[in-house]
T-cell receptor, first 114, second 108 residues
Framework: DADVTQTPRNRITKTGKRIMLECSQTKGHDRMYWYRQDPGLGLRLIYYSFDVKDINKGEISDGYSVSRQAQAKFSLSLESAIPNQTALYFC?????????????FGPGTRLTVL | GIQVEQSPPDLILQEGANSTLRCNFSDSVNNLQWFHQNPWGQLINLFYIPSGTKQNGRLSATTVATERYSLLYISSSQTTDSGVYFCAVHRTGNQFYFGTGTSLTVIP
């Protein structure tokens, strides 16, 4: 079984709809991240969480919210989806601690907003 | 934030050729990773290499942290090496920063 899973893998929705993307991990990592990838670009950080009580905004958090329900679960919500939020979304986890911080990614969720 | 530049942006190789991909970063970092994004979009960890040299089969990587760059070497390229290669860096207390990638196409 995959260590980092994302659901759904693909989603098509309409402008104005509320969407939730879910991420679960079995790696036992404290740190979890949500990224967005647009065509031809690298990944940009939306939100990150260092533990259940710690949520931080990344560089492109506007229009998104997150919930860290448990150590293993980190959800991303689009309260009112808009077409320019069409992108590939990745969840990631990383090893706790400061000297080693290797990231591991889920398979991605392809979101299309019409 | 930390600026991450990758070169070249695009690369087309004949199967069997060798290549070198470069990642430059603008500040000191504690962590550097190389990823391969395959044509299906999946991100695959290649190397965790904040400094020094590592090898894994036909791939190897070298990071010279004091000079703020890392190199990824691909030898005897195969069509399955096609995809986008990303470099990502991290400094303690900060977020990860990704480059915009090198798109590699290996033709038979």
């Amino acid at each position: 079984d995959a260590d980092v899973t994302q659901t759904p893998r693909n989603r098509i929705t309409k402008t104005g709809k509320r969407i939730m993307l879910e991420c679960s991990q079995t790696k036992g990592h404290d740190r979890m991240y949500w990224y967005r990838q647009d065509p031809g670009l690298g990944l940009r950080l939306i939100y990150y969480s260092f533990d259940v009580k710690d949520i931080n905004k990344g560089e492109i958090s506007d229009g998104y919210s997150v919930s860290r329900q448990a150590q293993a679960k980190f959800s991303l919500s689009l309260e009112s989806a808009i077409p320019n939020q069409t992108a590939l979304y990745f969840c990631a986890t990383s090893v706790p601690g400061t000297s080693v911080n290797e990231q591991f990614f889920g398979p991605g969720t392809r979101l299309t907003v019409l | 934030g930390i600026q991450v530049e990758q070169s070249p942006p695009d690369l087309i190789l004949q199967e069997g050729a060798n290549s070198t991909l470069r990642c430059n970063f603008s500040d000191s970092v504690n962590n550097l990773q190389w990823f391969h994004q395959n044509p299906w979009g999946q991100l695959i960890n290649l190397f965790y290499i904040p400094s020094g040299t590592k090898q894994n089969g036909r791939l190897s990587a070298t990071t010279v942290a004091t000079e703020r760059y890392s190199l990824l070497y691909i030898s005897s390229s195969q069509t399955t090496d096609s995809g986008v290669y990303f470099c990502a860096v991290h400094r303690t207390g900060n977020q990860f920063y990704f480059g915009t990638g090198t798109s590699l196409t290996v033709i038979p």
